[in-house]
């Protein structure tokens, strides 16, 4: 069986989330959006589908990376063809990106459970059928009743243990937001979430991602006193060495690399030079379903966590495949958003939630993803 066919689907939906002028996500009026679906399409009409942002895979850059890589091959040689497709990024002059390589990665994993009959999940290992997640807060904002104060985020915690959630994550308040960054305001929520959800909650916070060393350190060292589980990205990924110099300085668990490129080479640099203390890796920041089973396991041999960054099928995948990971991040939440509604693509979001804060493995093959193919056939565009 061969590879036959790569087409990018563009279509429209709907989406009840704005972004500000720092590209932060807030609840906000209905409007209309767009995104895009990957599908890769073998011989006997097996296909590989993944959902992504319309800029992630365009029509030339498939014409010019993709499909001479991926047309005449075998799908399940995942690996093969993702180096096949990766040693383009070199010469492409930044236009194949690492979202292009994750979502070429993803649909060929997604095909290859459906030409397998299996979950990826259980492909890729199937350590344990369902994982506890933790509820991951959009960043603050000056909504009225949103998350504009530490009350609010308080307020919001206690409903995130009452559905289910067995860990929370803060994302604290960020520019354009008036009187943001400061890791005092940061502080004063992470403070008033202990105090609403009690000793034995795991928390953790996602902050402003350009504090100065000093800042972070004040701000990690509360945390520590406030028995907070991890602390991810509060400075520019860039500079290895203030990430070491931050893990020697505090007790609170340093979680990273998040958004840095570099795949699965970064992260090693990062436990080599004892930079983190828990290692971060998104499907859609290292590139795929590949590398981050790279990452996982380099972090299982030096006994170390690897926390999945972000939400979807391909996280959920990976986390249920692997030992040595806590929680799969559920978000971003917002007390005005149902986060449980399917979008109008899909029939079922990835990552239903059981009232005991459990995602499950779904047992069919590929993803697990359930789209809803009349929806997108009927509002596709051209992009
Ligand atoms: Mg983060």
Redesign the pocket.
Known sequence: MKIETVEAVTFRHTTNTVRDSDGHGHPGPVSDTKSCLLVITCGDGSQGRVICRTGDVREALLERFVRPNLIGQDPLATERLWYAVYKWQRLSGGEMTDRALAAVDLALWDLKGKVCGQPVWKLLGGYRPKILAYGSTMCGDDLEGGLATPEDYARFAEWMIGRGYKAVKLHGWMPPVPGAPDVRMDYRACAAVREAVGPDIPLML?PHHFYSRTDTLWLANKLAELDYRWM??PMEEASISSFKWLTANTDLNILGP?TMTGKHWTRAEWVKHDACDLVRAGVWDVGGIGPAMKIANMAESFHMSCEM?GTGAGNLAVALAIPNTSFYERGLIHPFIDYDEPKEYQNRIDDEMDADGYVHGREVPGLGQDLNMDYIEANRVND
Do not use: C, F, K, L
């Open positions: 996602d991810e990205e998040e960054h």
